[in-house]
């Protein structure tokens, strides 16, 4: 266990050096940041100056360089578009991206699984059905257009939710909460449900085919040949045979939805990572956006990592060293 | 072992059919069998794959699976029909008063839980054990299977645990609540020929022991001579002759029995080849008019093409087949 805690430790580590390489490489072509920094009227030589002082004109190896090693004592440089340290500025938006992101497959999860449940039991029930349909929609409707739509409805028609900005915050150490205040709570249900949606139908359908599957085997059918009760049968040896890959995708959308909510921020003006990354694309502001890819980076790795624990706290098969140790 | 006179039978099919409805008709899995076993009997049915065996035996336990069917007949147990009771009651008579063991003991226990915890549940559903009491028993279901350490294997998950020895926790498991009735699904087809017979032996002494009966599923006529006291054979989901074990084996009638009996090796006989059935079994859609078995049969007349034989009584046996019956009205 320990062993392969630090092997993936070593691999997370590997990961993440070749994702800050590419992020490195990528923006160094992007775009000229001299050009979006300065206005037009400014003379070629204070151009220079200033890319020399931002060591851009060093060769590209030794640029990288200097980056990972600004990056290990927790330097990101500072953003070329405001001047402020790229750490702070992510630091204060990460929040905002984490709670929107947790807030969605909370709820994708929460009632995904007891939909797929029930769909996976009870396959020919008409609610079962009206599930299916109802998640073909949820898969195939584009996050904007669910979030366009939403803010027609719930903002100008019914006025009921806001649609932009996370409302009021309380500040607890360096986070900021929307969760504590009213406002921020009536703020963060829109874009959670447009972010959570698609999660949503993917648990569910992934659940019901899952348990499709369980129940038709072998050790199902005995569970039921000792009369253990429908309830133990379902939930206790069915649903758990399921969790191993549902917890797989719920992972990896976890990952998902902190990357790539930029959509869904951006539909509702939500003040995450994901809006300010389209910013900084606008201005070619390499630090912010190499910087975001690592967070990203690390959130992917870091969520994977608990995943794979997780299978051994869930199926024991693949606690190999315990089975090696008993002559397989 | 012929039935007692007074009291019903522990475990009694009439006339039981089993149809699975298909966008291309019905068809007829199980047509019309009759069985039976006392307290305490082996009852051995034997057939080719898909002759209905291992239907019979989930519908006795209620677990035929969709869309199969009992479309008419009754099951009762001690005199009382269990066919036709709900899930939930038909659960409470599972485990407690029928158990089953079936085919593959690699896919018989759920993966994810411990040894113990699938005795332990298993038993306290139907007893009132607290789950110390529960775990003690536990230990002691697996003492009597034969488990070797068997305290340490408690805790112990499947994977862990041979095809034997997973065979052996699935004994222990039927035999959890003392049911009366075992219901064994080709217990022994899937493990190795060295472990099958110390399998077969554990599971006749248990339920000796115990006074358990057994309806054991298997296309193995060596298991069958070995351990059942009366055998059903299966074609085409009927039965075709049925009686006493030493009878229907020395003393077959059916020409398809014959040729199983002709199937099995003998040490003491130099027989060099064995003899073998040509054809195969028909489908369900294609089940022949007349005896199903007639297409195969070396002594087919006319008659068996074209009316169904019922069962009738010949010495200890009884049959279906035409051979025995003289005249239309003879069915017994």
């Not at chain 2, 699975?20 to 009852?43: C, K, N």
């Not at chain 2, 002759?51 to 209620?62: D, F, H, P, V």
């Not at chain 2, 008063?97 to 759920?110: E, K, R």
Request: aromatic share 8%; hydrophobic share 45%; glycine share 8%.
């Amino acid at each position: 266990m320990i062993a392969f805690a630090v092997r993936r430790f070593i691999q997370a580590i590997v990961v993440l050096l070749a994702v800050s390489l590419i992020a490195f490489v990528m923006f160094k072509y992007v775009g000229d940041p001299i050009s979006q920094m300065v206005g037009p009227e400014t003379p070629i030589d204070q151009r220079e100056a200033l890319r020399e002082q931002l060591g851009l004109n060093d060769p590209v190896p030794l640029q990288f360089m200097h980056y990972l090693g600004d990056v290990v004592q927790g330097n990101f440089g500072r953003s070329f578009r405001t001047g402020l340290a790229v750490d702070r500025v992510l630091l204060e938006r990460i929040p905002a991206t984490l709670e929107l992101a947790i807030v969605a497959v909370l709820y994708a999860v929460v009632a995904g699984i007891p939909m797929g449940v029930y769909s996976g039991l009870y396959p020919d029930r008409w609610l079962s059905k009206f599930f299916q349909t109802v998640s073909l929609i949820g898969i195939s409707l584009p996050t904007f257009f669910v979030g366009v739509i939403l803010i027609y409805i719930f903002g100008p028609t019914l006025n009921l939710l806001p649609t932009f900005g996370r409302g009021e915050v309380v500040h607890i150490g360096f986070w900021s909460t929307g969760l504590l205040t009213v406002s921020g709570l009536k703020s963060i249900i829109l874009p959670a449900f447009t972010l959570g949606m698609f999660q949503l139908t993917l648990i569910m359908r992934l659940v019901r085919s899952e348990m499709l599957e369980v129940l038709r085997t072998d050790y199902i059918k005995f569970a039921r040949a000792r009369g253990l009760s429908n309830r133990a049968v379902n939930f206790g040896h069915a649903l758990k045979n399921t969790l191993v890959p549902v917890i797989t995708v719920i992972g990896l959308q976890l990952g998902q939805v902190i990357a790539f909510a930029i959509i869904t921020e951006a539909v509702f003006q939500w003040p995450g990572m994901g809006l300010l990354f389209l910013q900084a694309i606008q201005f070619a502001d390499v630090p912010v956006m190499s910087t975001y890819l690592l967070v990203v980076a690390v959130f992917f790795v870091a969520i994977n990592l608990v995943v794979d624990l997780l299978y051994y706290v869930i199926d024991p098969r693949l606690r190999l060293d315990r089975a090696v140790a008993q002559g397989g | 072992m012929a039935p007692q006179n007074d009291s019903p039978p522990l475990l009694e099919v009439r006339n039981l059919s089993i149809e699975f409805p298909t966008r291309r008709g019905t068809l007829v899995a199980v047509d019309d069998i009759s069985l039976h076993i006392d307290q305490g009997e082996v009852l051995g049915v034997v057939g080719e794959s898909g002759a209905g065996k291992s239907l019979t035996g989930n519908a006795i336990i209620g677990l035929l699976e969709h869309p199969g069917r009992i479309a008419s007949g009754e099951i009762l147990l001690n005199g009382k029909r269990i066919d036709n009771l709900s899930y939930e009651q038909m659960r409470r008579i599972r485990g407690r008063d029928i158990g089953a063991v079936f085919q593959d003991p690699l896919t018989s226990l759920n993966p994810l839980y411990t040894v113990s915890r699938q005795l332990v549940e298993t038993i306290k559903v139907h007893t009132d054990l607290d789950t110390g009491a529960a775990r003690a028993r536990a230990l002691e279901l697996l003492e009597a299977v034969g488990i070797p350490a068997a305290k340490e294997r408690l805790s112990s998950y499947p994977h862990e645990f041979s095809g034997g020895m997973r065979q052996r926790v699935v004994i222990a498991l039927a035999l959890a609540a003392e049911p009366r009735l075992i219901i064994a699904d080709e217990p022994t087809t899937a493990l190795d020929v060295s472990i099958q017979a110390q399998i077969i032996a554990l599971l006749k002494r248990l339920c000796a022991e115990r006074g358990t009966a057994v309806m054991l599923v298997t296309h193995d006529m060596g298991v069958i001579a070995e351990t059942a006291d009366r055998v059903a054979v299966m074609y085409a989901g009927r039965v075709v002759e049925t009686g006493p074990v030493a009878s229907v084996i020395q003393n077959a009638h059916h020409p398809y029995t014959s040729g199983l009996m002709g199937s099995i090796p003998h040490m003491k006989h130099g027989v060099n080849r064995l003899t073998q059935i040509d054809g195969a079994m028909p489908r369900l859609n294609a089940i022949p008019q007349g005896c199903a078995f007639n297409p195969r049969c070396e002594k087919v007349f006319d008659r068996c093409r074209k009316e169904r034989p019922e069962l009738i009584s010949i010495e200890q046996n009884e049959v279906a087949c035409w051979l025995y019956q003289s005249d239309v009205g003879g069915v017994s």
